[in-house]
């Protein structure tokens, strides 16, 4: 089993930032480094999308949206991968998951984003 735990959610004002983390916890410890994990979100009335994911070589890719404004990062000793967002746009508001990528099942509870003045 496999627990991911999402933090550091909030409102924060357009042109904000914020700082996400995900712990990773479970039967997956002692291998962690070697998973792609990812960050997705889930805005009210749309499918789950892929934000950004990061491979064991700590190579990355963005979704567009993304690009320029969000970086993803993992520290393998604290099973924990985070996203800084810059530059929050209301388009930004959702819900934010991390998971393995490509993702598997036993999402966790996720933590919201809301972007509004």
């Known amino acids: 089993q496999v627990q991911l735990v999402e933090s550091g959610g909030g409102l924060v004002q357009p042109g904000g930032s914020l700082r996400l983390s995900c712990v990773v916890s479970g039967s997956i410890l002692s291998i962690f480094s070697l998973n792609t994990m990812g960050w997705y979100r889930q805005a009210p009335g749309k499918e789950r999308e892929l934000v950004a994911f990061i491979g064991s070589s700590r190579a990355t890719q963005y979704a567009d949206s993304a690009k320029g404004r969000f970086t993803i990062s993992r520290d393998n000793a604290k099973t924990t991968i985070y996203l800084q967002m810059n530059s929050l746009t209301p388009e930004d508001t959702a819900v934010y998951y991390c998971?393995?990528?490509?993702?598997?099942?036993?999402w966790g509870q996720g933590t919201q984003v809301t972007v509004s003045s």
């Open positions: 998971n393995f990528y490509p993702s598997r099942r036993g």
